[in-house]
């Protein structure tokens, strides 16, 4: 059985706005925050650790869409160094609010297909719970694009809560975020 004094223990995968880069969150990725803080943690901060991860999608190749470009390997070792630094500036935003309120948390990034390394982690971590945001996305739409957030709620080994983006929120095309 499971302490009960314990705080729980709640993943959050958090993604940068695809509209305004790092940084900033996603839309949906601070609609889940802003919920999560209000109906989950209220003022009881000393009930919850919160575990933020950003997962990095690695470019095909790199080069963020230049049509070509001459590289050493010290060229690639920065680009991966710009990219964890993109990443770690995105999860300051949410450890710099939980500071703030008292919230303990963690934070870390990850790079790979975000929906396979969010459950890979949630396997690895064992939260009590993982909280993702969803953009809303309508059934035509998921086709082409997929859902994280919908991976996630079937393949988790954990509880899982999607939070939708509010509809005024929404950029007028909804794969952005």
Not at 75 to 96: A, S
């Amino acid at each position: 059985m499971a302490d009960s004094s314990a705080p729980t223990r709640v993943m959050m995968a958090v993604n940068e706005s695809s509209l305004k880069g790092y940084p900033h969150p996603s839309i949906s990725c601070r609609a889940a925050f802003d919920w999560m803080l209000s109906k989950l943690v209220r003022s009881n901060a000393d009930g919850f650790h919160l575990l933020f991860l950003h997962v990095q999608v690695p470019d095909e190749d790199g080069f963020d869409d230049m049509d070509s470009i001459y590289a050493s390997p010290t060229d690639f070792q920065t680009m991966k160094q710009r990219d964890k630094i993109r990443g770690i500036h995105l999860l300051e935003h949410f450890v710099n609010q939980c500071h703030e309120l008292g919230i303990k948390c963690e934070a870390w990034t990850k790079q790979g297909d975000p929906k396979e390394v969010i459950c890979s982690e949630v396997k690895r971590v064992q939260p009590d719970l993982l909280v993702v945001g969803s953009r809303g996305l309508g059934p035509f739409q998921r086709v082409f694009v997929g859902t994280v957030s919908e991976f996630c709620v079937k393949h988790a080994e954990c509880p899982v809560i999607t939070i939708k983006r509010k509809a005024n929120e929404a950029p007028q095309d909804p794969i952005d975020d």
